[in-house]
């Protein structure tokens, strides 16, 4: 179907949903580099305004990847819910954002509507929205999950605890997850990316992890973040594994390119959940995505780098995720060049992952040769937090040693916490003012001194961090 749209007495043209939706799309890299971005500042404010004239019926008519090629495309359609999109099923893409921005959408509507969205529909609106348009939409929409705690509560504001070490090394893994306990960090889950991505290090790791969340009986989850192939075996071998992890795409491409396809991920939900680990809920996937990984696959069927992020989001949320994460600016300056595009993709992201009813969360963060810095992602940490985000990355200073990126740091969401007024997920809390980790009735003011359970284990650290080395210098 072609699109168009007159100015004056010049009608532009849009081949098809596909290139209107493409050339709608705020400026990014990464779709400079595809070739689908807009000409001209002026062509996109005309694309926007056809966009806004286009109706969220079309959206269910006009596939953007072939419905006989794509299984995600298939995950789409097959699972819309007429029922719930019939109350704005009239509504054109302008209407749904002036809807969307009105008293009416409430909280409890948005929920009702969720299953009668489709990815591109959100994706559209999201794209004819403003910085501050995103955030009040994002803010409207609860989405709660649950597995050792319960996360995404309103005024609740959670943490991955990422303790990455570049040669997997126990100690250095267990001090920085000492140190992020130390600052309230932790409770959406303690996740490790594992330097090296097999399965004897992968159960070496769960191993590790639950052996320290049932000394201390922190009430969080742990993940390695490894392939869902080997979480499976894990599970097969006993592993003491919480969440299943996996990077997903929005085209099947994409995911084949990543090793996987969606009947991989109801195996690893099913016997993830056969486990019954939880406590207070069974939510038990971990996914993470990213603007331009369809790209990079060569996978994205020439759509632009946001609509297959946000196609992405239906794969998410079929499989009853407790966390999902958007790694916005870890990729690189090929497809989000600088800290202006880094801020407004982590706010899209955030939006229509929660327009969905995912539980999203967001990776703060830039690579070295990005031309952003850390007040760009002090701006959007903030930004998001105000907007109800879930929960963000918790790293020793910001610097992640082992992906060599920069992101977010335990400190960064103690900031966040004290200047709104938020909190960590009730269970854990409770827990850390029990451990002396937080005033009583203050859970944003840490106390003045370590708590002595924990001063002995750093103690132990120190020891065995000496002996280590002791024995480096022997030769042993």
């Known amino acids: 179907m072609r699109y168009s749209y007159t100015l004056g007495t010049t009608r532009y043209h849009f081949t098809n949903l596909a290139e209107l939706m493409a050339k709608a ?8 580099l595809a070739g689908v971005i807009a000409h001209t500042a002026q062509e996109r404010v005309i694309a926007q305004m ?17 419905y006989e090629e794509d299984e995600v495309t298939r995950l789409i359609i097959d699972t819309h819910s007429a029922d719930a999109f019939a ?18 959408a409430d909280g409890a509507t ?61 100690t250095g893994i267990a001090a920085s997850i000492l140190d992020g306990l130390m600052y309230g960090s932790g409770d959406a889950v303690i996740g490790i990316n594992p330097a090296t991505d097999n399965l004897a290090q992968c159960q070496n790791l769960l191993h ?18 490894t392939h869902v192939t080997n979480a499976i075996e894990a599970i097969e071998l006993g592993a003491p594994l919480d969440l299943v992890f996996q990077s997903i795409g929005g085209t099947e491409a994409t995911n084949t390119s990543f090793g996987f396809n969606l009947a991989h991920l109801a195996q690893a939900e099913a016997a993830a959940q056969s486990l019954a680990r939880g406590t207070v809920g069974n939510n038990v996937m971990y996914f993470e995505t990213g603007q331009g990984s369809s790209l990079s696959a060569n996978a994205h069927w020439g759509l632009d780098q946001q609509t297959c992020e946000v196609r992405a989001y239906a794969v998410a949320r079929r499989y009853n995720p407790l966390l999902v994460n958007t790694v916005v600016g870890f990729i690189g300056p090929e497809y989000l060049f ?89 269970e854990f809390e409770a827990w850390l003012e029990k451990m002396q980790i937080v005033e009583t009735d203050q859970p944003a003011k840490l106390v003045d001194a370590m708590p002595d359970t924990f001063a002995r284990t750093l103690e132990h650290l120190s020891d065995s961090d000496s002996s280590s080395n002791a024995r480096a210098e022997t030769g042993q």
């Open 25 to 32: 799309t705020p400026a990014r890299a990464g779709d400079r």
């Open 110 to 170: 948005l929920a009702q509507i969720r299953p009668g969205l489709t990815p591109e529909m959100v994706a559209a609106v999201s794209k004819i929205m403003r910085n501050q348009d995103l955030i009040l939409v994002a803010k409207k929409c609860q989405v709660t999950t649950a597995f050792r705690n319960t996360i995404g509560l309103p005024g609740r504001f959670s943490t991955r605890l990422q303790p990455n070490h570049p040669t997997d090394d126990s």
């Open 50 to 66: 056809a966009l806004a004239d286009v109706p969220l019926k079309n959206f269910l008519n006009e596939a953007l990847v072939p």
């Open 208 to 225: 590790m992890l639950d052996e320290i969340i049932q000394r201390y009986q922190i009430p969080t989850q742990s993940c390695v973040l």
């Open 338 to 426: 600088n800290g202006k595009e880094i801020i407004r993709a982590g706010l899209e992201d955030h939006c229509c992952g929660k327009l969905l009813g995912l539980p999203m969360g967001v990776d703060v963060c830039y690579t070295n040769h990005a031309q952003a810095d850390q007040n760009d992602m002090d701006t959007l940490l903030t930004l998001l937090a105000v907007a109800g985000c879930t929960y963000i990355m918790g790293i020793p200073g910001a610097d992640d040693i082992m992906l060599n990126y920069q992101t977010t740091s335990f400190h960064d969401a103690l900031y966040a916490r004290q200047v709104l007024g938020l909190r960590a997920a009730p």
């Open 87 to 104: 109350p704005i099923s009239h509504f054109t893409v302008g209407d749904f954002r002036n809807w969307l921005l009105s008293d009416a």
